[in-house]
Structure formats: C-alpha cells, structure tokens
T-cell receptor
Framework: AQRVTQPEKLLSVFKGAPVELKCNYS??????LFWYVQYSRQRLQLLLR??SRESIKGFTADLNKGETSFHLKKPFAQEEDSAMYYC?????????????FGKGTKLSVKP | DAGVTQSPTHLIKTRGQHVTLRCSPI?????VSWYQQVLGQGPQFIFQ???????GRGNFPDRFSARQFPNYSSELNVNALLLGDSALYLC?????????????FGPGTRLTVT
C-alpha cells in the first residue's frame, strides 16, 4: 500500500535549536517526495521536492531509499518556521497523477 | 493573478442534501485536482481532471463526482451528504498532471454537515 507516515503530531523546539521532522513512506516504484508547509491562515504551499535538492528557507531533505525516509531538517529553527508541515509522495514525474499526504506535523518554535 | 480561487468559503448543509463546490484554476493551468482534508488529517485525493477528462479518482464513494469546464474551472459535487463529509475541500491546479511540483492550492471550502 502507498502510504506516508509522519510519526509526530507536534514538535516543539526553542529558537536556534535544530529541527528534524520525520517522514517515512511506502511505495512500490520510484516515488517523488515533497514537503508542503501551511503557515497560519495561509494556503498549503510547496516547500521543497527531493529531485531539486535545494535548500529552501534553510530547510533540506534527503531521500533515503534504503530507509524509505525523507526527513526535513533545519540546523537553526526560527520563530517564523512555526507552521504545519506535510510530507507527500507521488509517482515519479507525476506518473501517479496525485499526491499522497501524511497526517502532518505541527512545528512550534518558541522564543 | 489571484491564484486558485474557490467558492464558497464556508458552507453548512444538512444530512442527505447535496452540495456543489467550485474552483477556478490559475490562468493557463489545465489540470485541476480535488482533495478532502478532515480535521487532524492530511489532504486526501478525490479527483484529478485534465483537459476536461477525468485522469484519476481516489477511494471515494460514487456520491462524489466532478467535472471540468472548457475554461478549465471545475465543480465538485457531493450527493446524499453524511456527517463524515464535513471537511475542508481543497482544489489545486497545475499546468499538466505531470507537474505536481508546480501544483498550487486554493484556500479551500469548509463544509459542515449537520
């Protein structure tokens, strides 16, 4: 079964501390992995995708096919990072045609 | 461009009624997807349309249907509403089905079934 698991519903850290939001997936084939973010009262938006290998707002995520994980990391959390984060997967280059989302992790960065 | 727009913003319906939700994609986007987001869960895929054709359907009952119009806007219809249909319904658009990484989400329609 195709599935995305985000084990933490809530992650609370202090400003300046490292952050790691966990994501594990189950998919038969070559998946494309994404992280989406939803700030308070804003729309769901793409943060990054594994293919681009970019660092967006200081966040990075590496696809580990052996561990079927795509954890999101940031070395120094900022208060403005507080938001809801969703890990999602799709078939490679949209071959599946839709996104499968995890349940999300709420990140709270305290001053 | 205002981005993806959805109407109405909020809606309250009674069990057994039907509802129509509307979505206007970003100009130039020909693919529209619908997702249901129940409180505390991530979005769950319902439908994808491209060039007015259904390209994908999630695990939802036949009470859910959708269509896409020549101007690429889309409607989601739900018949015989159940309490469990209460959710935020999200619409997303992209240039094509393959470009999910360029999929933009609307603000959603909050449906409450009483």
């Amino acid at each position: 079964a195709q599935r995305v698991t985000q084990p933490e519903k809530l992650l609370s850290v202090f400003k300046g501390a490292p952050v790691e939001l966990k994501c594990n997936y189950s998919y038969s084939g070559s998946p494309e992995l994404f992280w989406y973010v939803q700030y308070s009262r804003q729309r769901l938006q793409l943060l990054l995708r594994h293919i681009s290998r970019e660092s967006i707002k200081g966040f990075t995520a590496d696809l580990n096919k052996g561990e079927t994980s795509f954890h999101l990391k940031k070395p120094f959390a900022q208060e403005e990072d507080s938001a809801m984060y969703y890990c999602a997967l799709s078939g490679f280059l949209g071959s599946q045609g839709n996104l499968i989302f995890g349940k999300g992790t709420k990140l709270s960065v305290k001053p | 461009d205002a981005g993806v727009t959805q109407s109405p913003t909020h809606l309250i319906k009674t069990r057994g009624q039907h509802v129509t939700l509307r979505c206007s994609p970003i100009s130039g986007h020909k693919s529209v997807s619908w997702y249901q987001q129940v409180l505390g869960q991530g979005p769950q895929f319902i439908f994808q349309y491209y060039e007015k054709e259904e390209r994908g359907r999630g695990n939802f009952p036949d009470r859910f249907s959708a269509r896409q119009f020549p101007n690429y806007s889309s409607e989601l219809n739900v018949n015989a509403l159940l309490l469990g249909d209460s959710a935020l319904y999200l619409c997303a658009s992209s240039l094509s089905p393959e470009r999910l990484y360029e999929q933009y989400f609307g603000p959603g329609t909050r449906l409450t079934v009483t």
